[in-house]
């Protein structure tokens, strides 16, 4: 499997980072940074077959794909299950445990069904919060408009790093660069899921 990934890297395409993005957003640890960057600086070479705008589509694609894996198996598996997996030999593989699951849980239960939006932009929450949404029976239509919305905002913005970087920065370097880009995304997007929190939290007490 491990090959087939590393396979897939070497070779983006449409399909291959549909596929990839698919697995980041289930529990497998493949981080979106390792795909969304690398293919948008692809995309910004001349005479390139890859079309930026085509790939943050494909990798927001995938990762719908891949959290409506997450949350059908937690909606119609259960809490027990989706734990005790969580504190499988296969589980930790994927550097999943229980810690995780409820840190994840009690962000949903603290948010609410927003938090599925929210939380695909805050990392280390992001590939595990469609499965509290799951475990909530959150109504599937939200869940895919948020996902959504998330998703792609994260997708574009990985994707604006990458291809930027394109004339800039030398392919092998641009790991490096997306790694500390991609640290600085993160806390802007931890500070701006608080922001919206707030607000959140502020007209609904307004409201009352």
Request: aromatic share 10%.
């Amino acid at each position: 499997m491990s090959e087939f990934i590393s396979w897939c890297m070497e070779h983006l395409n449409y399909w291959t980072i549909t596929f990839l993005m698919t697995l980041e957003s289930t529990v497998i640890p493949i981080p979106s940074e390792l795909v969304v960057p690398p293919a948008a600086y692809r995309a910004a070479a001349d005479g390139s077959d890859l079309n930026v705008i085509l790939v943050v589509l494909c990798a927001t694609l995938g990762a719908n794909l891949g959290a409506l894996i997450n949350y059908v198996a937690a909606r119609y598996l259960g809490r027990p299950i989706v734990y005790a997996f969580a504190n499988s030999t296969f589980g930790h593989l994927c550097l999943l445990n229980e810690e995780k699951v409820q840190h994840t849980e009690q962000y949903f239960t603290d948010h609410g069904a927003i938090a599925t939006l929210i939380g695909r932009l805050v990392p280390g929450i992001r590939h595990l919060i469609s499965i509290p949404a799951g475990l909530a029976k959150m109504r599937l239509s939200h869940f895919l408009l948020y996902t959504t919305i998330g998703a792609g905002l994260w997708n574009i913005c990985l994707a604006a790093i990458g291809y930027a970087l394109q004339s800039v920065v030398p392919e092998d370097q641009l790991m490096q660069k997306v790694k500390e880009y991609s640290h600085e995304l993160g806390i802007a997007m931890i500070v701006l899921a608080v922001v919206v929190v707030g607000i959140l939290i502020y007209k609904g007490r307004k409201r009352k």
